[in-house]
């Protein structure tokens, strides 16, 4: 397994990094990683996520399609944690990532109140017009379709989620 | 995150151009676009995305919010959307009441 570090990150979250290894470092999680990036949990954040994703899909030999789809679910997943776990409250998100032989995976660890956001998953409803539409869920439900697989678990109260590609299919 | 966006009312027709990345941290620009064509009374909102690449659901919420804000009578297309971004917008079902054109 590779495991990367976001070349693009700006210097002012190089320290951040060195603490979200730290802080990542010992937990019995589903997969392991090497480095990570740690962000500000706010949108402007969603840049790094994106160029951390780019980068891990180029890494991985994803098709550009896939890099695509792996690149949406965490964006939406970043900002989910940021406008409906933090709420605007300052915080931190841990992401970090590695390619295998058969996926291409991130994995975003948060101090956010304890949520599965596949709960918030809604998917639309095509028999309400699309004014009168709620789209409270939308983002959840763009992530999960996008990825081939979409976990989470709570680990010593954080909030761990992992998205994955398959890197056996093409498109 | 790369955005930038144009808007243009001629005839009553308002288009705006989407270049660059919508998400949530560059949807309030886009949404503050479509919120100024609503205000010019548009009867037809074209939104060109030849340039758009990357569209998250954040920026699926401002085509509600066209739809929601110009009413049904208004005609919403969507223009030139590359592959990805054209296959949000169906899975989200919003190609039920916005044109896909070139898409």
């Known amino acids: ?171 | 995150m790369s955005f930038d966006g144009t808007l243009s009312v001629s005839e009553g027709i308002a288009t705006i151009e989407v270049k660059g990345e919508l998400d949530a941290s560059t949807a309030p620009r886009f949404h503050d676009l479509v919120d100024q064509a609503a205000e010019q009374g548009a009867v037809r909102l074209e939104i060109d995305a030849r340039h758009l690449g990357f569209l998250a659901s954040a920026g699926l919420r401002s085509l509600v919010f066209a739809r929601q804000k110009m009413g049904d009578e208004v005609r919403i297309a969507v223009i030139g959307a590359t592959e990805p971004v054209s296959r949000t917008i169906r899975l989200a079902g919003f190609d039920h009441s916005i044109e896909l054109i070139d898409a």
């Not at chain 1, 939406?76 to 776990?85: F, K, P, Q, R």
Request: aromatic share 6%; net charge negative; with cysteine.
């Open chain 1, 1 to 171: 397994m590779m495991a990367i570090d976001s070349g693009a990150a700006s210097a002012e979250h190089t320290a951040g990094q060195e603490r979200c290894k730290a802080r990542c470092a010992g937990q019995p999680l589903a997969a392991k990683a090497a480095s990570g990036l740690r962000i500000p949990a706010d949108l402007d954040s969603l840049d790094l996520v994106a160029r951390f994703v780019l980068e891990l899909g180029r890494q991985g030999r994803l098709s550009d399609s896939q890099t695509y789809r792996l690149r949406l679910a965490a964006d939406e997943l970043a900002t989910n944690i940021v406008m409906h776990g933090y709420r605007g409250a300052s915080g931190g998100i841990c992401v970090d990532g590695g390619v295998e032989a058969d996926r291409v995976w991130v994995r975003f660890h948060d101090d956010a109140p304890a949520f599965d956001p596949r709960t918030g998953m809604k998917a639309p409803d095509l028999e309400v017009p699309l004014g009168e539409r709620s789209v409270g869920g939308l983002g959840v439900f763009l992530a999960l379709t996008a990825v081939d697989s979409f976990d989470y678990e709570l680990v010593a109260g954080r909030n761990v989620s992992i998205l994955a590609i398959h890197r056996s299919e093409h498109g």
